[in-house]
């Protein structure tokens, strides 16, 4: 019988890494057992997440690792992406659910990928404040020193863009800041954060170092030169202001005189070497000139004071959050990256992409994910070094200031029973992967 079509992945290289992809907070509850963080903080005041709720318990991961740890082994992936939360491990013993899970992928036979910054600052730090940078870099040390003897693959940050933006910028996520341009102290802070990382991970004896950022291409509404001007600031703004200090070891033309501190200096540090740059990608986003007045898009209130707006990408199909499903986009970035930054763009890995979909018979979500597949192998085929793709996500979560109302999983949580329910996609990928080449 002829195999199906969505069910045989396109040919990469040698030892590409196929993994999934969750984070601390989103995932484990057990909060009596961890410091307070920001998002504690911030889902105590009502009505800053649409449902009302917190993640207290989310999925119970920190009591019910071994269950899915099993299936990440029932599913065949390579790799588990998890967060470590950093208000856990600075609690005596907070540490020691790591040990356990970690000891569990390696029995399992999957390869454990910390994410050492997964948005769930304490609630005793602060990015603006300089000082919170060398604090991470402590956290490295101790998480580091904990873990490096089974765990070879580090993430040092993830999505410091939308940390920036949606945290510090425009207050829709914690810590709920509404400084708009005079948040980019966080993005400095963050960067220099990342290259802390970097050497402490490596003082660690770390070999396979890299970073989670958040990348989309971004289209101009029209080809009218406000609206491409509008573009270009957006795309300097959420893809070169996070790219090029890591990757070049600059900030885009006129944006480092407004950071804090001795820049270049700070820049030597941030453009520490990297084994590969991780990205996440989810759409591409149009946009045109600012309109004048606030618009609300995507659940996030744009205020009219920016110098641009986003605008809706028409005909196509979105996903239950209303995200555009553009799988071309992928290969436009990528193959986008290699030629902006040449020989300076290490080996690439998408460390996120999924989707929100409902329903345990997702057959929506496999099409995404089949389509984002092959579109990261035209990237391949088109010259760019690609070596592991990540899902989002394993499990429904705790879905930031959507709370509970979005589901990114292969694998369905009743968020009342704690049930798992593996998915279509989730068997779908199984086969999948049972059968590659």
Same mark, same amino acid.
């Given at each position: 019988?002829?195999?199906? !079509?969505?069910?045989?992945?396109?040919?990469?290289?040698?030892?590409?890494?196929?993994?999934?992809?969750?984070?601390?907070?989103?995932?484990?509850?057990?909060?009596?057992?961890?410091?307070?963080?920001?998002?504690?903080?911030?889902?105590?005041?009502?009505?800053?997440?649409?449902?009302?709720?917190?993640?207290?318990?989310?999925?119970?991961?920190?009591?019910?690792?071994?269950?899915?740890?099993?299936?990440?082994?029932?599913?065949?992936?390579? $790799?588990?992406?998890?967060?470590?939360?950093?208000?856990?491990?600075?609690?005596?013993?907070?540490?020691?659910?790591?040990?356990?899970?970690?000891?569990?992928?390696?029995?399992?036979?999957?390869?454990?990928?910390?994410?050492?910054?997964?948005?769930?600052?304490?609630?005793?730090?602060?990015?603006?404040?300089?000082?919170?940078?060398?604090?991470?870099?402590?956290?490295?040390?101790?998480?580091?020193?904990?873990?490096?003897?089974?765990?070879?693959?580090?993430?040092?940050?993830?999505?410091? $863009?939308?940390?920036?933006?949606?945290?510090?910028?425009?207050?829709?996520?914690?810590?709920?800041? !509404?400084?708009?341009?005079?948040?980019?102290?966080?993005?400095?802070?963050?960067?220099?954060?990342?290259?802390?990382?970097?050497?402490?991970?490596?003082?660690?004896?770390?070999?396979?170092?890299?970073?989670?950022?958040?990348?989309?291409?971004?289209?101009?509404?029209?080809?009218? !030169?406000?609206?491409?001007?509008? $573009?270009?600031?957006?795309?300097?703004?959420?893809?070169?202001?996070?790219?090029?200090?890591?990757?070049?070891?600059?900030?885009?033309?006129?944006?480092?005189?407004?950071?804090?501190?001795?820049?270049?200096?700070?820049?030597?540090?941030?453009?520490?070497?990297?084994?590969?740059?991780?990205?996440?990608?989810?759409?591409?986003?149009?946009?045109?000139?600012?309109?004048?007045?606030?618009?609300?898009?995507?659940?996030?209130?744009?205020?009219?004071?920016?110098?641009?707006?986003?605008?809706?990408?028409?005909?196509?199909?979105?996903?239950?959050?209303?995200?555009?499903?553009?799988?071309?986009?992928?290969?436009?970035?990528?193959?986008?990256?290699?030629?902006?930054?040449?020989?300076?763009?290490?080996?690439?890995?998408?460390?996120?992409?999924?989707?929100?979909?409902?329903?345990?018979?997702?057959?929506?979500?496999?099409?995404?994910?089949?389509?984002?597949?092959?579109?990261?192998?035209?990237?391949?085929?088109?010259?760019?070094?690609?070596?592991?793709?990540?899902?989002?996500?394993?499990?429904?979560?705790?879905?930031?200031?959507?709370?509970?109302?979005?589901?990114?999983?292969?694998?369905?949580?009743?968020?009342?029973?704690?049930?798992?329910?593996?998915?279509?996609?989730? $068997?779908?990928?199984?086969?999948?992967?049972?059968?590659?080449?």
């Amino acid at each position: 019988m002829a195999t199906d !079509r969505r069910t045989a992945l396109p040919p990469f290289p040698p030892g590409f890494l196929w993994g999934v992809s969750t984070s601390a907070h989103q995932i484990e509850g057990a909060a009596d057992r961890r410091d307070p963080s920001v998002w504690d903080e911030f889902t105590a005041v009502p009505g800053r997440v649409k449902d009302g709720s917190t993640a207290a318990v989310a999925c119970d991961h920190y009591h019910r690792y071994r269950e899915d740890v099993a299936l990440l082994a029932g599913l065949g992936v390579d $790799a588990y992406r998890f967060s470590v939360s950093w208000p856990r491990a600075n609690r005596p013993g907070g540490l020691d659910f790591y040990d356990r899970l970690v000891d569990e992928l390696c029995a399992a036979g999957v390869r454990p990928v910390p994410t050492l910054f997964h948005w769930d600052l304490p609630a005793s730090l602060d990015w603006l404040r300089r000082d919170t940078a060398a604090r991470f870099a402590d956290h490295v040390t101790a998480v580091a020193d904990r873990l490096g003897d089974r765990v070879g693959t580090w993430i040092t940050l993830n999505e410091p $863009a939308e940390h920036t933006l949606l945290g510090h910028a425009l207050g829709v996520h914690a810590p709920g800041r !509404r400084l708009l341009f005079d948040a980019l102290p966080v993005a400095h802070h963050q960067l220099l954060a990342h290259g802390l990382a970097v050497r402490a991970l490596r003082a660690a004896g770390a070999g396979d170092v890299g970073i989670a950022n958040s990348h989309g291409p971004t289209w101009p509404a029209s080809g009218d !030169r406000p609206d491409v001007e509008a $573009a270009d600031f957006y795309d300097l703004l959420l893809n070169r202001l996070f790219a090029e200090p890591v990757l070049l070891g600059a900030y885009p033309e006129g944006i480092g005189e407004l950071m804090p501190g001795d820049v270049a200096a700070d820049l030597e540090v941030i453009a520490e070497p990297l084994d590969w740059y991780g990205i996440n990608y989810y759409a591409p986003t149009r946009v045109g000139a600012p309109q004048g007045t606030d618009i609300e898009f995507g659940g996030v209130r744009m205020p009219a004071e920016l110098p641009f707006t986003v605008r809706e990408i028409a005909d196509r199909p979105v996903t239950d959050f209303g995200w555009p499903v553009v799988p071309e986009a992928l290969t436009e970035l990528l193959t986008t990256f290699k030629a902006r930054y040449g020989d300076r763009l290490p080996p690439v890995v998408i460390t996120e992409n999924g989707c929100s979909y409902d329903g345990i018979d997702d057959q929506e979500r496999i099409a995404y994910l089949d389509a984002h597949i092959r579109a990261l192998h035209d990237a391949h085929t088109a010259g760019v070094d690609v070596r592991g793709y990540f899902v989002w996500s394993l499990l429904d979560n705790f879905e930031w200031a959507e709370g509970y109302a979005r589901r990114f999983g292969l694998v369905h949580v009743d968020f009342t029973t704690q049930q798992r329910t593996p998915k279509a996609s989730y $068997a779908w990928l199984r086969e999948a992967l049972r059968t590659r080449g």
